[in-house]
C-alpha cells in the first residue's frame, strides 16, 4: 500500500523544496561571499540575476557580494553607456517593472549615472518612472538638444500613463463637488434633488395620506458654463519636491481642462514663475520648470495672493515641505490673511506615493492652528481632498499624518 492509499502525504520532499527556496532567496540577498552562509550555487537565470545585482550592489570585484556595515561602496557597471545600456536590459528581463524602477533609481544615486542620461540611447533602454522624470528635469538646463526630443518622449509618455490613471475619477469627483456646493433652497422643479428633499422632511409623513409634505426643497443650480471655482496650485520646485512637481502639474491640466474651474499654476523657489498660459500641456509645465535651489513660499504666497479675486470661491494649494527660506512671520500672516477672507487652503507637504517626507514641522503646526493642516497627499487621495475643499467640509486628511499637528477644521 502506497502513500496516496494510505491517505498519508511526505511532507519531506516539499519541506525540502521550501528550504532550497528560502536558501535561493537568501543566497540572492546576501550575495554569495564565504561567509554567507547559504552553502547555494546559483546557475542558470539565477545567476544572470545575481550578477545585475552584483553590478550595483556588490564590492566591484566581479565576484558578487553585497558591502556590509561600514565596507565602501563600489560597483561594477563602470562609466561607459554601452555597459550601463546592457545591464539596464539585463534587468528589465529578470525582474518586474517596479524593481527594476527601484534599481535605476539607486543606480543613478550610487554610481553617479545621472550625466548618461543626457544621451538618447539610455533614455530609450530605461523603464520611464515619476522619479526618472524628476531626473531628467533637473538635467534640463545640461541636456544637449539632441537629447531634448528624446527626454520630452519619455516625459510625455509618463505624463500619458498619469493622466490615463487619474484624468476621469478627478474630473468626476470634482463635478460632483461643484454641483453639490452649487446647490440652492429654492430651485425649480426639473433642479430639485428628490433623495435629499425626502430625506430632509421625513419628519413631515402623513401617515394617513402615505405622503410627505416637503416643507423644504434641496435642489442644484442650473447647470452653467460660467466659472464656479478657482484654484490655485502653488508648487515648491526644490529637488526634494521632484515627484509632486510632477503630479501637480498633471493634475494641474486635467483641472484646467473643466470649465467650471478656473486653474492658475505657480511654481518657485527663490523666484516666482507663472505656467498658468501653458496648462494645455503639463509637458511644457514640466520643462517650464526648474527643479533645485533655495524656496522662498511668502514670495510666492504674496504672488499667488495678488491673482485672487473671489476669495470665497478660491482653493489655493500649497505643495511645500515647507522648508521656508523666506520671512517666516510674513508667510503666516499671509496665510491668515487668505483664510480671513473666505480663502479655502490646503498645505500638502507632498503630492506623490512615497509617503510624508522630511518637513519643517515648527512651520506646520504653524499652519495647522491657522487652520490649515499640513499632511502629506497620494495621488490617489488628492481628487478627494480638492472635493473637500470645493464643499467647504472637513478635509479626507490620513491618520498616519496625525502627527503634523494638523487640525480636521
Not at 550578477?51 to 570585484?61: D, F, Q, T
Not at 516666482?272 to 533645485?292: I, R
Not at 492652528?369 to 473637500?388: H, I, Q, R, S, Y
Request: aromatic share 4%.
Amino acid at each position: 500500500m502506497d502513500a496516496a492509499d494510505t491517505g498519508v502525504v511526505d511532507t519531506g520532499s516539499v519541506d525540502t523544496a521550501a528550504d532550497g527556496e528560502r536558501l535561493r532567496r537568501w543566497r540572492l540577498v546576501l550575495g554569495g561571499e564565504d561567509a554567507d552562509g547559504t552553502g547555494c550555487t546559483l546557475t542558470g537565470r539565477d545567476a544572470a540575476m545575481d550578477g545585475a545585482l552584483s553590478s550595483l550592489y556588490g564590492n566591484g570585484n566581479g565576484k558578487g557580494g553585497r558591502p556590509r556595515a561600514g565596507q565602501e561602496r563600489s560597483a561594477g557597471l563602470g562609466a561607459s553607456a554601452p555597459s550601463v545600456a546592457r545591464w539596464l536590459g539585463d534587468i528589465r528581463t529578470y525582474f518586474p517593472s517596479s524593481v527594476v524602477q527601484v534599481m535605476q533609481r539607486d543606480a543613478i544615486d550610487r554610481l553617479g549615472l545621472s550625466a548618461l542620461l543626457l544621451e538618447p540611447e539610455m533614455l530609450e533602454a530605461v523603464e520611464a518612472d515619476v522619479h526618472l522624470v524628476g531626473t531628467l528635469l533637473s538635467l534640463n538646463k545640461a541636456m544637449p538638444e539632441t537629447t531634448k526630443e528624446t527626454a520630452r518622449a519619455v516625459v510625455r509618455k509618463v505624463v500619458q500613463d498619469l493622466e490615463k490613471r487619474l484624468a476621469t475619477r478627478t474630473r468626476a469627483t470634482l463635478t460632483g463637488a461643484l454641483d453639490r456646493s452649487a446647490r440652492i433652497s429654492r430651485p425649480r422643479h426639473q433642479d430639485i434633488d428628490w433623495n435629499r428633499t425626502i430625506a430632509a422632511n421625513l419628519k413631515h409623513y402623513l401617515p394617513e395620506y402615505r405622503t410627505i409634505v416637503p416643507e423644504r426643497l434641496i435642489g442644484y443650480g442650473r447647470a452653467s458654463q460660467s466659472v464656479k471655482k478657482e484654484v490655485v496650485l502653488c508648487i515648491d520646485q526644490s529637488g526634494s519636491m521632484a515627484a509632486s512637481v510632477v503630479y501637480a502639474s498633471v493634475f494641474g491640466a486635467v483641472l484646467a481642462s473643466m470649465r467650471s474651474i478656473d486653474t492658475r499654476l505657480v511654481v518657485f523657489d527663490t523666484a516666482v514663475v507663472d505656467l498658468t498660459d501653458q496648462l494645455d500641456d503639463p509637458v511644457d509645465v514640466l520643462f517650464g520648470t526648474q527643479l533645485g535651489g533655495g524656496t522662498d513660499i511668502n514670495r510666492a504666497l504674496a504672488y499667488c495672493q495678488s491673482q485672487i479675486t473671489r476669495p470665497a470661491d478660491t482653493v489655493v494649494v500649497l505643495i511645500s515641505d515647507l522648508y521656508e527660506g523666506g520671512i517666516r512671520n510674513e508667510m503666516l500672516k499671509r496665510v491668515a490673511a487668505m483664510k480671513a477672507s473666505g480663502v479655502q487652503f490646503v498645505t500638502l507637504l507632498a503630492l506623490s506615493d512615497e509617503g510624508a517626507p522630511a518637513y519643517d514641522r515648527e512651520h506646520a503646526a504653524a499652519l495647522a492652528g491657522l487652520g490649515a493642516p499640513a499632511f502629506a497627499c497620494t495621488p490617489d487621495l488628492f481628487p478627494e481632498v480638492m472635493a473637500a475643499a470645493i464643499e467647504k467640509r472637513p478635509l479626507p486628511i490620513p491618520d498616519a499624518d496625525a502627527d503634523t499637528g494638523g487640525s480636521r477644521r
